[in-house]
């Protein structure tokens, strides 16, 4: 069960002149300047915003189109919204993201809460401290307001044995995406300011496209993953940021990044310049920007003659439109050499993960559960969703096959040159490509055998080549109201390049609208 601390009146607090009451700010796709600047007029309060999305949560997540994206409220927030109020009032804002409630996907530390993974083997996980990025974001003046759903054990689509399936806001009959998807659907709905997702395979860009949000998987290097599932010392795993527009997204990843003694990655971002993130927003970007635009399907189940990946297309080519009234030079199409057949070489390092596993549980000393084996023999295993789950932990991993591991890292050097070779021979600033190649699939299809993945949908270009960024903006929306992405690529701590142009993408083209489904609440209730 979650527990919500409701309020009779939200939102309506006393304007600093008198007893006039002012009007209730209204959350709906609210901005960190919009928060903000209802701070300073004294028509807003921490405690009032946080009260507000604690409605909205009641309203709409287990209620109403029961979204069911939120496994965790900490039970502290309000406290920590009075703390804040009280800070203010002395002194001003306590930092950046002073006030601003964000949700952490549930494979995330946050201490006083439980990691659950999203699933019931982990049910009575409890670290004792922050993540890292976690204590980062408290020390900026953030509000950790909860937890959210994930995929069990992070990997694949929103849905696990602790809490069932999430339910897209833009269509309840289809998925989020994975496996940061309750982080997608809950900064869809307004449940939240800002959010924290992580990225494997397509994590972060998947519920990105399919919510209609703004979200990036940074390069590794710059985000520390201490605290968090599957962190050092593999690298493709990555904390990224999540927003609902691109500015905040800049605002929350200026806190996100810095060096962490405890994740050795982060030291290869220590001699990147990047300056304030917030700082590259223009909305003149794309004007002489060289744009390459990648065509070529990249899904391992893509049909690219089925109906489903021709209302896709139908709205790139409008973006790719889009671009082009924006300013942009597009090259259209950029052809890189054996992506496909690069894509394609894989491998697997058990050992790595091994390690990372030991690594992340051995922040909870008191945790008895450090193995595969004794994970996976667990009896609440049984209940994983799917059920193939289950078999993966109770097989023993094979040894990592040094051979094929060295003919992975081969390919990804070798597609590293190829499209580093394209980008300089076309002068280009970044590259694009539609985020998912189908629009959000239904949870019938997700749930039921044969299981149909979101991840065979998706380019995992950024990821193969670990060493890059991706970030995903509103591009639109398919029949039937079903949002769409288009995805910046660059190579390795091209952010502040990607920041711009999605940023004058954006600002060009406004395609994101709030889901029907979560509408603003009246007098300071939902829909039951």
Known sequence: MIAIACASCVGV????????????????????ADIHAAFAKGTLTAHALTQQYLDRIEAYDKRGPALNSIITINPHALEDADRLDAQFKRSGLAGPLHGIPVLVKDEIDTAGMPTTLGTLVFKDYRPPADAFVVDRLRKAGAIILGKTTLSEFAAGDTYGSMFGVTRNPYDPTRTVGGSSGGSGAALAASFSTLALGEETAASIRRPGGWNALVTLRPTPGLVSRTGMWDGYPTTPAQMGPMARTVTDLAKLLDVMVGYDPDDPLTALGVNVKHPSYAKSLNRDGLKRARIGVLREVMGNATDPASAEFKAVDAVFAANVAELKAAGATVIDPIVIPDLKKLLAVRATNPELADEAMALYLGRTPDWPFRTRDAI???PDMDKAIPP???TQWRTRSAKTDWAQWGAYLRAREQLTINIAKVMADNRLDAIVHKTVEIPPITIVEAINPPYRAGNDYIATLNTFLVFAASMTVPSGYSEGGLPTGITFFGPAYSEPTLITLAYAYEQATHHRVPPKTTPPLTGGRGTK
Do not use: L, Y
């Not at 607090?13 to 960190?32: H, K, L």
């Open 13 to 32: 607090i006393q304007a600093q002149s008198g007893r006039q009451t002012a009007a209730p700010f209204q959350v709906v796709d609210a901005s960190v």
């Open 376 to 378: 996976g023999n667990r």
């Open 388 to 390: 193939a789950k289950a």
